[in-house]
């Protein structure tokens, strides 16, 4: 019999003991893995390749979706997600037939899903999950509101910065630093995901590793080769990259 590789996330301990009591029951299951963040969903999903992700939606440093960005849509394999999330996100999810189990569930609601992922999985239906990903995943974003404000979490505390008053945010590994006037600081978030979550009216990419917030440009000044350097009002001096170059001149055309 060939096995149905899986791994779970669910930054719940109990959530994923549970999980893997009910995996245990099934003959053609093997659980190759399991992590309590997205960080570490994206790692395992690309080192271990899992024929199915048993996947939390909301969970600290990067969510369910955030998952799917970073590995990306075409290359994600079946996944059955786990939630407490609201009814927009459900309805999407039923509209673009994606598995999900409402917590708190049973184990006939969780063999149920189970059942239609191998379906998927056995039949070699995997081809049209990229679609059905990328279609919820542009519902979500519609219907959705940009951070206004991002937590900052240091020394034991947690402090809030205005996203208005972000400069420029700079990708550091599975961070990012944020720019203000006067200061910088760590969140914890990968720029991908990051991005997904800001006001693209208000943030753009200018660069692979740099984001800027556009009412904070005073200038834009040519260079060679297709590039401009872009001058902050607080007299800071970034590179657009040519490749995001068009982008960021339609803003001011």
């Known amino acids: 019999m060939q096995k149905i590789r899986v791994i779970i996330i669910d ?6 003991e549970r999980l893997k009591n009910f995996l245990r029951q099934e003959a053609d299951i093997e659980i190759i893995g399991e992590g309590e963040n997205g960080l570490e969903a994206v790692r395992l999903i690309e080192e271990k390749k899992p024929d199915l992700v048993l996947l939390d939606i909301q969970m600290p440093e990067m969510d369910g979706f955030g998952v799917i960005q970073s590995i990306g849509a075409d290359l994600m394999p079946a996944v059955v997600f786990i939630t407490a999330y609201d009814n927009f996100a459900l309805k999407a999810f039923e509209v673009h037939a994606l598995d999900y189990i409402l917590k708190p569930f049973n184990n006939e609601r969780f063999l149920e899903a189970l059942n239609r992922a191998r379906n ?15 279609s919820v ?8 509101k940009f951070l206004s404000r991002l937590a900052i979490k240091t020394g034991g505390r ?16 599975n961070y990012v630093l944020l720019y203000t006037k006067n200061e910088k600081h ?14 693209p009216e208000k943030f753009i ?5 740099q984001i800027v917030n556009i009412d904070n440009i005073k ?4 260079q060679s080769h297709g590039e401009y350097t872009i001058i902050l009002q607080s007299g800071k001096r970034l590179t657009l990259s040519r490749n995001y170059r068009d982008r960021l001149l339609d803003f001011f055309r």
């Open 11 to 16: 930054d719940e301990p109990i959530a994923r």
């Open 120 to 134: 998927k999985i056995n039949n070699s239906q995997l081809n049209q999950l990229s679609v059905q990903f990328n």
């Open 137 to 144: 995943l542009k519902t979500l974003q519609d219907g959705k």
């Open 158 to 173: 947690i402090y809030f910065i205005k996203t208005e008053n972000v400069d420029w945010i700079e990708s550091a590994g």
């Open 186 to 199: 760590i969140y914890r978030e990968t720029m991908k995901c990051l991005e997904m979550k800001l006001d």
């Open 205 to 209: 990419r200018i660069h692979r590793t």
């Open 219 to 222: 200038e834009l000044q040519p």
